[in-house]
């Protein structure tokens, strides 16, 4: 994670890594976001909202709290433009206003994959598996809480995330003797 982060090129794509590592958020949630979703009064907020347009199903929008690190992120970036305006995208692209497209945000992580010789899966989904399976351990591996933190609707969609480790599967069931 750390070395991806050292890869990207830019304040913009190293905040893009560090929001969908510790929201959790989809990639088209993360990019329609606008700067007022994340800075007010003149300073980065302690919360982000997805409006419910801009999620999956449209049923509702998203609130969730922003970590120190994701607020710094937010900051850094914002502090390298010469300008940003309330409604500009927070994923500026560098020839419009415009958010850059999910095209683009799998280009740059494919970038950093391969400059990091990383071989398997790798997309922008990553960026939520990975808040997925940490989250989840944080909550003491609590499925329900965890459901919760990804905004899932079903149980089946947040065991698809986290999987089975059939290792310690195996281990437990020789426990038993």
């Known amino acids: 994670i750390v070395d991806i982060f050292n890869v990207l090129k830019t304040p913009r794509d190293r905040m893009l890594w560090t929001l969908g590592l ?5 990639i088209s949630e993360l990019l329609s976001l606008r700067v007022k979703d994340v800075y007010q009064h003149g300073k980065v907020g302690d919360w982000v909202t997805v409006s419910k347009a801009n999620t999956k ?17 937010i900051k850094v970036y914002l502090e390298s433009l010469s300008y940003f305006n ?12 415009k958010a850059i497209t999910r095209i683009r945000a799998h280009k740059m992580l494919k970038e950093a994959f391969n ?34 933190a990804l905004c899932h609707k079903s149980l089946t969609s947040t065991a ?9 599967v195996i281990g437990a069931i020789k426990e038993l003797g």
Do not use: I, W
């Open 160 to 168: 698809s995330y986290l999987g089975v480790d059939k290792e310690e």
């Open 57 to 73: 199903g449209k049923v509702e929008s998203k609130t969730l709290p922003l970590t120190v690190s994701a607020r710094e992120a």
């Open 115 to 148: 400059a990091l010789e990383l071989t398997g899966n790798l997309s922008t989904h990553v960026m939520r598996k990975a808040y997925a399976h940490r989250v989840h351990k944080l909550l003491g591996s609590d499925v329900l809480k965890t459901q919760q």
């Open 86 to 97: 309330p409604t500009d995208a927070l994923f500026r692209s560098t020839k419009n206003n």
């Open 22 to 26: 510790k929201t959790g958020l989809r």
